[in-house]
């Protein structure tokens, strides 16, 4: 992809998704945005200020009944994802998890409940809105083992061999430079770590014309990975034990998916 192509699209992503920040940070204002949410009554995932259009949308409710109780209702409003990383993690007591694309930080939530004190979990996100509504978040939730730290995913700002698990939600597809933060992932894993992601993912018939005619970049389908494109990233950076499993269909050939992948001890 051209740079400036690169940059634009980047730009286009951080403006869309700051947006979405807003209209939870400011409600009155009644702005609007698209995401990679799922459909709940017309909107992605949560209502009211945060209520976004239809167009990018993604089926199924993403946490278990009761998961989310006792979260602010901004970081729940905030959700744009298209899975459950956390289910697809498997955390447990003590792991230092780090959440890519943390958004308005429902998912490191979560984690920091999951992992518990001896625990710790990071949120990586490019959009100061999102970071600011993270971080508002997490002092509401109380939560004392998390950090939200604003960078790319490209280039995460976190010393090598750092956490335990990599997570993301829906947000990987985002990316302009995929090998560059499947190559990030592996980095600051722990030898023996391992990722859960839940991401948007073509089936391998579906050419990258065919992605962009089915929807948009920013709308988390024209920049779809097929499934074995992420299967021979995943191994060109390292990983073995990879998996990608179609969830959800958001279009014909187009799914929600879970992926997982293990740095070699």
């Given at each position: 992809?051209?740079?400036?192509?690169?940059a634009d699209?980047?730009?286009?992503?951080?403006?869309?998704?700051?947006?979405?920040?807003?209209?939870?940070?400011?409600?009155?204002?009644?702005?609007?945005?698209?995401?990679?949410?799922?459909?709940?009554?017309?909107?992605?995932?949560?209502?009211?200020?945060?209520?976004?259009?239809?167009?990018?949308?993604?089926?199924?409710?993403?946490?278990?009944?009761?998961?989310?109780?006792?979260?602010?209702?901004?970081?729940?409003?905030?959700?744009?994802?298209?899975?459950?990383?956390?289910?697809?993690?498997?955390?447990?007591?003590?792991?230092?998890?780090?959440d890519l694309?943390?958004?308005?930080?429902?998912?490191?939530?979560?984690?920091?409940?999951?992992?518990?004190?001896?625990?710790?979990?990071?949120?990586?996100?490019?959009t100061d809105?999102?970071?600011?509504?993270?971080?508002?978040?997490?002092?509401?939730?109380?939560?004392?083992?998390?950090?939200?730290?604003?960078?790319?995913?490209?280039?995460?700002?976190?010393?090598?061999?750092?956490?335990?698990?990599?997570?993301?939600?829906?947000?990987?597809?985002?990316?302009?430079?995929?090998?560059?933060?499947?190559?990030?992932?592996?980095?600051?894993?722990?030898?023996?770590?391992?990722?859960?992601?839940?991401?948007?993912?073509?089936?391998?018939?579906?050419?990258?014309?065919?992605?962009?005619?089915?929807?948009?970049?920013?709308?988390?389908?024209?920049?779809?990975?097929?499934?074995?494109?992420?299967?021979?990233?995943?191994?060109?950076?390292?990983?073995?034990?990879?998996?990608?499993?179609?969830?959800?269909?958001?279009?014909?050939?187009?799914?929600?998916?879970?992926?997982?992948?293990?740095?070699?001890?």
């Amino acid at each position: 992809m051209p740079e400036q192509a690169s940059a634009d699209l980047r730009e286009e992503v951080r403006a869309r998704y700051g947006a979405a920040a807003r209209a939870v940070l400011e409600p009155e204002q009644g702005r609007r945005a698209s995401c990679c949410g799922t459909s709940h009554s017309g909107s992605c995932r949560g209502t009211g200020a945060a209520a976004l259009d239809t167009a990018d949308v993604f089926g199924g409710p993403l946490y278990r009944a009761g998961e989310t109780d006792g979260l602010p209702e901004e970081a729940v409003l905030a959700s744009l994802g298209c899975g459950n990383p956390i289910a697809v993690a498997d955390l447990h007591e003590g792991e230092r998890v780090l959440d890519l694309g943390s958004g308005g930080g429902i998912d490191v939530l979560l984690s920091a409940r999951r992992v518990g004190p001896a625990g710790y979990a990071y949120g990586v996100d490019m959009t100061d809105d999102m970071i600011t509504l993270a971080r508002a978040n997490a002092a509401k939730a109380g939560a004392a083992n998390v950090e939200f730290l604003k960078g790319d995913i490209e280039a995460i700002p976190l010393p090598d061999a750092s956490v335990d698990v990599v997570i993301s939600n829906c947000v990987i597809n985002l990316s302009v430079d995929k090998a560059a933060v499947l190559a990030e992932m592996f980095r600051v894993l722990v030898p023996g770590g391992r990722i859960g992601i839940s991401d948007v993912v073509a089936e391998d018939q579906l050419t990258p014309a065919d992605r962009a005619a089915a929807g948009s970049y920013v709308g988390c389908i024209a920049g779809a990975l097929s499934r074995s494109e992420y299967l021979d990233g995943l191994a060109a950076a390292g990983f073995t034990d990879t998996s990608v499993t179609f969830t959800t269909e958001a279009r014909p050939g187009i799914h929600s998916a879970i992926v997982r992948a293990v740095k070699p001890a």
